[in-house]
DNA sequence: AATTTACGCAACCGCGGCTGA
DNA sequence: TTCAGCCGCGGTTGCGTAAAT
């Protein structure tokens, strides 16, 4: 059995108020990220490493752009899960200001039924018009067994299937040319380095 | 105006890979 | 080589609120 990522008993739960918030920027803008575990101790939060992490990338991140997607958005992220599935942290790379959080939300509520609507199935291969080079590293071989629950992507990739830290394994990947494999995808010209939304925004 | 339903989003949970001892 | 802890990911849940009745 796998212990809970915090068993203690002192630890918030829920919505965080706006003086949680403040003592995590502050902690954060003084001391940077990483060492989640230690940190709610040393910024003085009652919460687990996990919830002050989740809480810093998916709200309170300065470089987040929040507010509606834009339509160039949302066409790239229905080409991007066209191709990756449900990878949603690959997706929301490639979103500058946006997290795979807010992306997955707004799949689950918007395009999907978008698509719904316009009688594609949303989990089913959509089939687009031009197409576009699209270079994807090759994966570890034990990529091809797992999985999984994940959602096949709807367009077949024949080395790249499911794997959960596919982005560390891309990004030594991507670039080298040998091992990457080339599919045709509509409009699309994507380099899929993996690149965090700061480093997207610099 | 009060109640119910639907929706969107923030947060939680569990799994599994990575890393260092 | 093994194991434990950390970290990140994706799925799910629950709450707040807008819309409908």
Same mark, same amino acid.
């Given at each position: 059995?796998? =212990? ?6 002192? /630890? ?11 003592k995590l ?8 990220? #990483? ?13 687990? #490493? ?6 810093w990338?998916?709200y ?7 507010? @509606? ?5 949302e066409?790239l ?7 990756? #599935?449900?990878?949603?942290?690959l997706?929301a ?19 999907k039924?978008?698509?719904?609507l ?26 091809h067994?797992? @999985? ?9 990739v024949?080395?790249?299937?499911g794997? =959960? ?10 670039? /080298? ?7 045709n995808l ?6 899929? /380095? ?9």
């Amino acid at each position: 059995m796998r =212990k809970p990522c915090c068993e203690k008993k002192d /630890t918030n739960k829920g919505a965080w108020s706006k003086q949680e918030d403040q003592k995590l920027i502050d902690y954060i803008q003084k001391h940077g990220e #990483g060492c989640w575990n230690s940190l709610p101790q040393a910024a003085g939060l009652r919460r687990c #490493g996990k919830s002050c992490r989740q809480r810093w990338i998916n709200y309170l991140r300065p470089d987040l752009k929040r507010g @509606n997607f834009g339509e160039d958005e949302e066409d790239l992220i229905i080409k991007l899960h066209a191709l990756l #599935g449900n990878r949603w942290s690959l997706i929301a790379g490639r979103l500058p200001g946006r997290t795979d959080n807010e992306v997955k939300n707004y799949w689950n509520s918007h395009i999907k039924k978008k698509l719904i609507l316009m009688g594609l199935n949303p989990n089913k291969p959509h089939r687009l018009g031009s197409t576009t080079t699209v270079n994807i590293g090759a994966t570890k071989s034990s990529d091809h067994e797992s @999985n999984n629950q994940q959602q096949e992507p709807n367009v077949l990739v024949s080395s790249f299937q499911g794997h =959960k830290n596919h982005n560390k394994v891309m990004t030594g990947t991507t670039t /080298t040319g040998t091992n990457s494999n080339t599919i045709n995808l509509p409009d699309l010209n994507l380099d899929l /380095t993996l690149c965090t939304p700061t480093l997207a925004l610099a």
